[in-house]
């Protein structure tokens, strides 16, 4: 039996009515055996208040009210919520317990634990409602499976295990029923509970697809497909049919939101394909990413990731010697930082890191930086944005290029480069200037072409059919 892996946005289990269409989607396709759900939308949010900030117990009490009210407004849509009642508040229980211990602001562990009660939360829900509606669900713990290292926050998947366990514990009970698994979360070698860092949930549909051989893995979320480009800088962004593993994979690196980095790995290590598309509206179709595209245009997306910071590392003993960026690049790798871009110069380097105001802020201010001076004159600029556009062929077709830059002839760019493969340009600018780079590019790229008929995405079901 051919199988899909089906996983649903927060948006997408934000209440009970969103949970119906969900369930209707899995039930319409007898290949889905595997669900794999976010916390519904805003309980995520709350969760990293209570297990990063400091707060009173009247603001923990509000908050605490807050997620209760979500939870109990999907609990009292369903027929006959009894039995699951008694689950649901034995996890409410545990949230209470931990967003009140006295550790939960300095223990990795511990935040990690209270992150995790959204997705069991919603899972728990979903199982009893798909069984509400005929079909036969279970709830299960992801941390079973989905196996990692301890590094909370951002744990690493143990591949080999993460197969071994499902093949021992959820291969034998697909053909008996639909199991309903938490997206985001997992568990180290203690048992110890985990998470995959925002938006692992794609991830876990797309670990747990190679882990059970799944022919396809549909990502559902609130937009029908990936488009051109975010929808909310230009409302002449149009969904795009098809993509290729490799640009789908630069997409989510740089920037596009309905895709996390991690997802492409497991998927081009299966050759699994991967759909996109929208729980509200699933018969408009969406993006299917695969291998091999029918089409492959020079020009395929515009992507924009925000809050990136300018590092530049300058030293006249950067001058024919080696092992400089070498020493740079260990101080980096010891502060878990990732750099997205690199320039250099005969004495300089410069290089552009995220710089999401919760985390890397800090950490590069203060260790990273004092680290660095040790070896060389350092300059942080801040308030900028990166943009790419991603597409096929960008380095070796003549007039590609020339295209992008007349594009933003009008803007000052920070920093240019191409990538390392044939399928990306970035820009660095201000982030005052992003949207309209962002818009002017799409202008000339997107907006000059004759839309084709088949934009909106092809038919989910003229490609899912696995059964």
């Not at 707060?55 to 209760?68: A, M, N, P, R, V």
């Not at 909370?152 to 698994?181: H, N, W, Y």
């Not at 077709?397 to 920093?415: E, P, Q, T, W, Y």
Request: charge should be negative; hydrophobic fraction near 40%; include cysteine.
């Amino acid at each position: 039996m051919s199988i899909n892996i089906a996983k649903f946005g927060g948006t997408s289990v934000a209440n009970i009515e969103a949970m119906r269409h969900c369930a209707q989607i899995v039930i319409n396709n007898p290949a889905t055996r595997v669900v794999v759900v976010s916390a519904a939308a805003g309980v995520t949010n709350y969760l990293v208040q209570l297990a990063s900030e400091e707060l009173t117990s009247d603001q923990k009490e509000t908050i605490l009210g807050k997620i209760e009210t979500i939870e109990f407004a999907i609990l009292t849509g369903l027929e006959t919520p009894s039995p699951v009642s008694i689950k649901l508040n034995e996890l409410l229980s545990l949230l209470r317990e931990l967003a009140f211990h006295e550790e939960i602001l300095h223990r990795p562990d511990l935040k990690d634990a209270i992150l995790s009660l959204g997705e069991r939360m919603s899972s728990l829900l979903f199982a009893e409602l798909l069984c509400q509606m005929g079909c036969e669900a279970e709830n299960f713990d992801a941390r079973n499976v989905i196996k990692t290292d301890s590094e909370f926050g951002e744990a690493e998947p143990d591949i080999a295990l993460i197969g071994e366990q499902a093949g021992k514990l959820m291969k034998p009970e697909l053909s008996r029923c639909v199991l309903v698994t938490q997206g985001f979360i997992g568990s180290d070698c203690n048992d110890n509970t985990t998470t995959l860092g925002r938006g692992g949930s794609d991830y876990t549909a797309a670990l747990l697809a190679e882990a059970l051989n799944a022919a396809t893995c549909e990502i559902w979320t609130d937009v029908i497909g990936v488009y051109t480009t975010d929808p909310r800088i230009t409302d002449k962004a149009r969904p795009l049919p098809e993509l290729s593993f490799e640009e789908a994979a630069e997409m989510a690196t740089f920037g596009a939101k309905v895709l996390h980095p991690a997802t492409m790995v497991p998927a081009v290590r299966k050759n699994i394909r991967v759909f996109v598309g929208s729980s509200r509206e699933p018969n408009k179709g969406g993006t299917w990413i695969s291998r091999d595209c029918e089409h492959e245009p020079h020009y395929r997306a515009i992507t924009r990731r925000k809050d990136q910071v300018l590092v530049t590392v300058k030293t006249p003993n950067m001058l024919f010697a080696s092992g400089f960026l070498q020493e740079v690049f260990s101080i980096l790798a010891n502060q878990h930082l990732s750099v997205d871009l690199v320039t250099t110069s005969e004495i300089a380097v410069s290089l552009t890191i995220d710089n999401p105001s919760n985390s890397v802020r800090s950490t590069l201010n203060q260790e990273t930086i004092g680290r660095l001076k040790e070896i060389s004159e350092v300059t942080v600029e801040q308030g900028y944005d990166l943009i790419t556009v991603v597409g096929n062929n960008m380095h070796s077709a003549a007039g590609v290029s020339s295209k992008i830059f007349a594009a933003v002839k009008d803007f000052n760019l920070r920093l240019i480069c191409y990538g390392a493969n044939p399928h990306n340009i970035s820009f660095l600018v201000k982030e005052k200037d992003s949207t309209n780079v962002v818009k002017a590019l799409h202008q000339d790229l997107f907006e000059q072409e004759q839309m084709p008929s088949h934009s909106v995405g092809f038919k989910r079901h003229q490609h899912a059919n696995h059964g």
